[in-house]
């Protein structure tokens, strides 16, 4: 780690490998023997081609991508795919109607979008409890004739994530992923569309990654602009326009440093272990409470608070001054928020703990 | 210039400042003393804010933007704006109407989406000659109740610029600016909205700026998505969501390098020049001519043909050996183009024209 980097929490933007910073930064004047930056490339260049090209090559095994679906590097972030989901999947099965679980702030704005277009009904929140758990889905009544299923897999302002996910039968999954992808192994088959802004677990803000099912591509309402339909950026290999060039190339070595790594399920018993520094941690403070309900903790975003504002302000401002940067949770909800996110070393997450046992002993 | 630079004479992504690539180069890793990349930072940091604010600000300085318009860093290019801009403007005066010029591809595929959406009027048309001029507008019929007037103000594939502006009375002229935005002073108050992709005079790709008169904001049609709406990036200052921190970065030190150097003004006479270096040679050149009509001449974009395919190719092919980049023309029309935009040095297009001269003597 270099000398002066900190551990950088933040939920999104958030840190990125420093392997991948420092390629980045070592090819940012010339790329190899090209005479010029990749921000600089024509993305119709045979040089940009083999970026993006490897770039889906890498998502694609990483992820075990099935050949029935097809990778999109757009923009917009996910909130542009709160549109752009029932824009294109709304006809899919032309019933207009798609049901959705209010797990967060997201899946809120995602339903209050789509409801602009379609007949969207809420089968399962937990917004009158805070968020502070998964809905209970199990006993929701799903319409089995909607276009569509909507999740938002791991909600990064609570904490909280689906570690099951509900037996759509033959109503397509839809699952905003942008604060867990490539976390740990996804069986992609069990989704018919995958979204996730870059900005969280991949690369930097710019660029989302959209993975759909080619049977759900080719339906959009005539009402989507043409840069919307996902068979417009389909058709053309994400390059209808100019695409978000930099921002790929960045995706691209995390893919490749995920790989060097041992993929997924490496990733994910890495992962493991640092949420479980912290969540054990947590589990016999007598300061600091994990408000979320245990079997759905996030293992990106951990959540935690004392139950005294003042004292969470106290807090997040010493672990600042100790080189433990935004820890302030969402403004929504106050409190802390580590999010922990791949790129994130064990050791950020170990001295983060270390610093709470010290203040809960200074403070207790 | 770096020993292993080229000469990146590509119409987009393109050339930008040595100085702005050197300058991102060596904060990559580190952003002065935050400890974390400019692409690691959330968007709500102090950090950033300052970063997004003084772009901002660096940009109204420049161009001299009056206090009635908005400045927005959004996502998609100038292909999302070909929608945005009538999903946003076609309801401004409630008539649901508005005349292009189609002065090329991109204004024809500016006019294709809006007709989608409304009752659009191409007034003037240099189609049929292959668009190698400016339409012929001063006898064209616009409709006064139009909601606004639509230009292409420079056409990257052709070489041709609108060297003056239609008056248009009280019906808002809207121009796509992406490839000769800050080449020159632009009197914005002329403009109800102009619209640029960064990726060609400004950043690298994934940032499309947006000046927009505040009158012309808030009037949305019902179908516009949230994040196709002026007003929401209006009214949080491009922050709905995640922006796209890096390339905004990035554009905020091509503006700091722009104003270091003289402004606008002082960026057209260099461009002036550069442009005059290319044209007087192909005036006078028996191999290669340049195919447009010369008062409509850009100053941006030159193109250029030997009539001949094979000799065009071969050009194309040495140039290259001669670290001579991307000079080859759009497939759509063939040819030569040499893109010099504001970061080509006028070294380059020295070079270039000694290689044509060259190229001249061995196969004229």
């Known amino acids: 780690m270099s000398m002066n ?10 840190t990125l490998p420093l392997p991948v910073l420092e390629k980045a930064q070592k090819d940012f004047v010339c790329y190899g023997d090209a005479g010029m930056s990749v921000t600089e490339m024509s993305h119709r260049s045979k040089m940009f081609e083999d970026i993006i090209q490897k770039a889906q090559a890498d998502l694609r095994t990483l992820m075990a991508i ?7 590097f757009l923009q917009g972030g996910a909130s542009m795919q709160f549109a752009q989901v029932p824009l ?30 379609g007949d969207i009904k809420v ?10 758990h998964i809905p209970d889905w199990d006993e929701a009544e799903f319409r089995p004739d909607a276009d569509y299923f909507y999740i938002c897999q791991n909600n990064t302002i609570y904490g909280t994530r689906f570690t099951t996910l509900p037996n759509t039968g033959k109503v397509p999954l839809v699952a905003d992923m942008s604060s867990c992808i490539l976390s ?19 690369a930097p803000a710019g660029v ?27 058709a053309n290999d994400s390059m209808y326009n100019t695409p978000p060039c930099f921002g790929i190339y960045m995706a691209g070595l995390t893919f490749e440093w995920l790989l060097a790594n041992g993929g997924l399920a490496q990733m994910k018993e890495y992962n493991q272990r640092k949420a479980a520094v912290l969540y054990d941690y947590l589990d016999q403070s007598r300061l600091f409470k994990n408000p979320v309900r245990k079997q759905d903790r996030s293992m990106m975003n951990v959540t935690f608070v004392t139950g005294n504002a003042d004292l969470d302000k106290k807090f997040c401002k010493e672990a600042e001054a100790a080189g433990l940067m935004n820890i302030k949770g969402h403004r929504s909800v ?16 170990v001295k983060l703990t270390e610093f709470m046992e010290k203040f809960e002993k200074e403070n207790g």
């Not at 099935?66 to 999109?72: G, I």
């Not at 709304?90 to 277009?117: M, T």
């Open 5 to 14: 980097r900190v551990y950088n929490f933040s939920a999104g933007p958030s």
């Open 66 to 72: 099935p050949d029935n679906y097809k990778v999109l």
């Open 88 to 117: 294109n999947l709304l006809s899919a099965y032309k019933s207009g109607k798609a049901d959705y679980i209010n797990s967060g702030n997201f899946a809120n704005l995602a339903i209050k979008e789509a409801q602009r277009y």
């Open 123 to 132: 089968v399962a929140s937990s917004r009158e409890d805070g968020y502070t």
């Open 184 to 202: 740990e192994p996804t069986d992609v088959s069990r989704y018919g569309l995958i979204l996730a802004g870059a900005q969280k677990n991949v």
């Open 208 to 234: 989302t990654i959209v993975i759909v099912r080619e049977d759900l591509i080719g339906h959009a309402l005539d009402i989507a602009p043409t840069m919307l339909k996902y068979d417009t950026m389909a």
């Open 334 to 349: 106050g409190g802390m928020r580590a999010s922990i996110y791949n790129a994130m070393p064990i050791e950020g997450v």
